[in-house]
């Protein structure tokens, strides 16, 4: 009971600021968000705070602006800081792009965020030992953009598409071990952007959808439905070549998912030219 109670008692104390003027709000937030940061990763009770405020209509956007601000600030510290540290941010981060799939109005404070995380992710993941917390702070990102009908959000995206790409590819060659390249190859596939916007690059994604087929069993279904997708929605004349030189490594992957019974597999090796 004392883990309810004590949810139920910041939920409270949440409460209170709610009913706040906007500026009062922002002013009071802006100034004490590294204090409520603080004391989240020393206690994910407190987690409850910032949960109330997002899920809260009437201070869900302003809160989602100034956390979003903060954490922006904290993105160059999550390849060094302690586990504690980066879960936090991690699960601050997810919290705020799942605000905006339930208030509309949270897409416009998202948006003016969207490059500067992206390029700040790829910008330290190429230059950390340990460059996990980034992959997965982009996968939240992705996830969420893609769930979603989130026009503007998504024209971040078209602009950020080739330079994107052409980085998540040049991670996933370098990485060294198969859970870093398992990771970098759903993220290459994971992008979200609009199959028009990705027909120029369908190219550089070929070693990644081959390396996810041959992947754990969740990323390799991802990998198929990817697939799937292309071959039933681009031109022959357009995707056949880049099937065709993939072959060798795609037809053994694609017969080992048939032979495990996966269905879709059949249809797609019947289409590979």
């Known amino acids: 009971g004392s883990a309810k109670e004590e949810k139920e008692i910041l939920e409270l104390f949440a409460g209170v600021f709610t009913v706040l003027d906007e500026r009062t709000f922002r002013d009071v937030f802006t100034l004490h968000m590294q204090v409520l940061f603080e004391q989240l990763v020393q206690r994910d009770a407190y987690l409850a705070i910032p949960n109330h405020f997002l899920s809260n209509q009437s201070v869900s956007r302003i809160f989602a602006d100034i956390l979003l601000s903060f954490l922006l600030g904290r993105v160059r510290d999550l390849g060094s800081c302690e586990r504690a540290e980066a879960a936090a941010i991690l699960g601050l ?58 026009d503007s959000v998504m024209k971040e995206f078209i602009a950020l598409l080739k330079n994107l790409l052409d980085s998540l590819v040049k991670l996933f060659n370098a990485a060294q071990d198969d859970d870093t390249k398992e990771q970098l190859a759903e993220l290459c596939l994971m992008v979200p952007a609009r199959l028009n916007f990705l027909l120029p690059h369908i190219a550089l994604l070929m070693k990644p959808i081959v390396f ?62």
């Open 93 to 150: 981060f997810k919290m705020a792009f799942a605000s905006v799939q339930t208030y509309a109005e949270n897409e416009a404070v998202l948006r003016p965020h969207v490059r500067a995380i992206v390029i700040g992710c790829l910008k330290h993941a190429m230059g950390e030992k340990r460059p996990t917390h980034y992959y997965q702070l982009l996968r939240s990102l992705f996830r969420s953009v893609s769930q979603g009908k989130f």
């Open 212 to 273: 996810a087929l041959n992947s754990s069993t969740e990323t390799a279904l991802f990998a198929l439905k990817k697939l799937e997708s292309w071959v039933e929605n681009l031109q022959p004349g357009y995707f056949d070549p880049l099937l065709q030189d993939a072959k060798e490594q795609l037809v053994p992957a694609l017969n080992k998912h048939l032979q495990s019974g996966v269905q879709s597999c059949a249809f797609l090796v019947t289409k590979i030219p």
